[in-house]
């Protein structure tokens, strides 16, 4: 294909850029929600967790296997224009070959070592967990080149594609009356491909496709090796203890955790959509500004994403049992643990976001590792004993640590202050313009003012 003349209408803001991605984020997590509501009405606690250790596993292979490609293209490509449609060819290149290699090995290991994967696991989802983490990464691949050329709005169809796609395929399963664990995970691996071929198109038609280029792969491998530590190690964060689970306690337990885990993730919506939207505008903004957009960033998301804890913990208190059914009461006080961890993530995501758009890929990896450590070390210290509260309990304390890390690291770097990090009438002032944006309809014209 030939490239397409870059586009020279004004790149939307952060505040618009957050707006498009926290409502995207709503969308896809319902999508998902509704999902989980599905398999938690019709399926036994036991097979809802096989269906969580095919999914989980899955991503950990497709996060893997991108090598951080996913993150470098979201810098290369803001900064980079001309160089677009060879860094599109070369990201999607990675993502499938790579992750159709350790998906099949992923699958062979697990199918010569059965005890290793629960028993309603058999040889038919281990390929449909290859094929899926092969999907997985291709999509992320084309939906990180989306986040780079800051076209939000193809990477949020994309994700809501995927996302409702498998809300759909298993309500069509459960008017047939064949939901099982097999079925459920060939409507997830479905719609990952879906999902991923959305987000390849709307990759392509940015700035159109060119072939690989070799030397380019070389200039951006070293960043990307450098950046996979800190995109591994976040994704295992949030998803490695459901498969640490899956392997040292019972099949029940994961499948409690899985629920509380599905409801918790919506405290984590707001601090994702701003770290994402961060992430190009950091990479291509002047060296002296970043600073300044960064720590004002920082302080009116933590003190939203604490409100978020607050107002969740009472609503799913009291929504856990009424929507997911009396099976999953256990999932309360798993989930009500899981709350807090939010604050640390939010610290985390947006400080390691800068470090990586600032050209530090290996530093901005350290808040994440520093979690994926004290996550593991937990993992398996609690689990044993306190089953999916244990879980809950690791997962939030290795959020705050990560949090604090990539805050220390940050300042670090860049000299600040730590009273730059303090709360100031200002950032009040900041979240209230940012709800009137996300409320009306600005944020999706991506015309607002830059912050």
């Known amino acids: 294909m030939t490239e397409h003349a870059p586009s020279a209408q004004r790149p939307p803001s952060l505040a618009g850029s957050s707006g498009v991605l926290l409502g995207a984020r709503i969308g896809i997590n319902l999508g998902y929600f509704g999902a989980a509501v599905i398999l938690a009405h019709l399926l036994h606690p036991v097979e809802r967790g096989a269906v969580a250790f095919i999914t989980v596993t899955a ?34 290149c990675v993502g499938a070959i790579t992750s159709t290699f350790v998906g099949g090995a992923a699958a062979l290991v697990l199918l010569a070592l059965p005890q290793v994967r629960p028993e309603r696991v058999d040889r038919t989802d281990l390929l449909l967990l290859a094929l899926g983490g092969m999907s997985s990464s291709v999509g992320v691949c084309g939906g990180g080149y989306l986040i780079g050329c800051r076209r939000f709005l193809g990477w949020s169809l994309a994700n809501v594609t995927t996302s409702w796609g498998y809300t759909a395929l298993l309500v069509a399963l459960a008017v047939a009356g064949k939901v099982d664990v097999t079925r459920a995970a060939i409507a997830w691996t479905l719609s990952q491909a879906l999902g991923a071929v959305v987000a390849v198109i709307a990759a392509v038609r940015v700035a159109g496709i060119r072939r690989p280029s070799r030397a380019l792969l070389r200039t951006t491998l070293p960043f990307a090796f450098r950046a996979w530590v800190g995109s591994f190690s976040s994704f295992l964060n949030a998803r490695l203890d459901q498969t640490i689970m899956g392997i040292i306690s019972t099949e ?41 957009q960064t720590t004002r960033v920082a302080r009116a998301l933590l003190l939203l994403t604490f409100a978020t804890v607050v107002a969740a913990a009472v609503g799913g208190f009291i929504l856990i049992p009424l929507v997911f059914g009396s099976s999953y009461t256990d999932s309360v006080v798993p989930f009500l643990w899981l709350l807090p961890g939010a604050v640390g993530y939010a610290g985390l995501r947006v400080f390691s976001s800068a470090l990586l758009a600032a050209g530090s890929p290996a530093r901005s990896s350290l808040g994440s590792a520093a979690a994926l450590v004290t996550g593991v070390v937990l993992d398996f210290a609690l689990i044993p004993v306190y089953g999916a509260d244990g879980a809950a309990i690791a997962a939030t304390v290795a959020f705050m640590a990560g949090g604090v890390f990539a805050v220390v690291v940050h300042r670090k770097t860049t000299n600040c202050p730590w009273r730059e990090l303090l709360p100031r009438r200002a950032d009040l002032q900041l979240i209230a313009g940012l709800a009137r944006r996300i409320a009306s309809r600005q944020a999706v014209s991506s015309k607002l003012a830059g912050w």
Do not use: K
């Not at 996060?63 to 900064?79: E, I, L, N, Q, Y």
């Not at 629920?259 to 770290?275: H, M, R, T, W």
């Open 252 to 292: 029940r337990s994961l499948g409690i955790y899985a629920v509380a885990v599905n409801a918790g993730e919506i405290a984590l919506y707001l601090p994702g959509a701003v770290a994402t939207a961060l992430l190009p505008v950091i990479a291509s903004s002047p060296p002296e500004r970043r600073l300044a």
């Open 59 to 92: 991503l950990v292979v497709s996060t893997a296997s991108r090598v951080g490609f996913d993150d470098t293209t979201s810098v290369f490509v803001a900064s980079r224009v001309e160089q677009r449609p060879r860094l599109l060819a070369n990201a999607l």
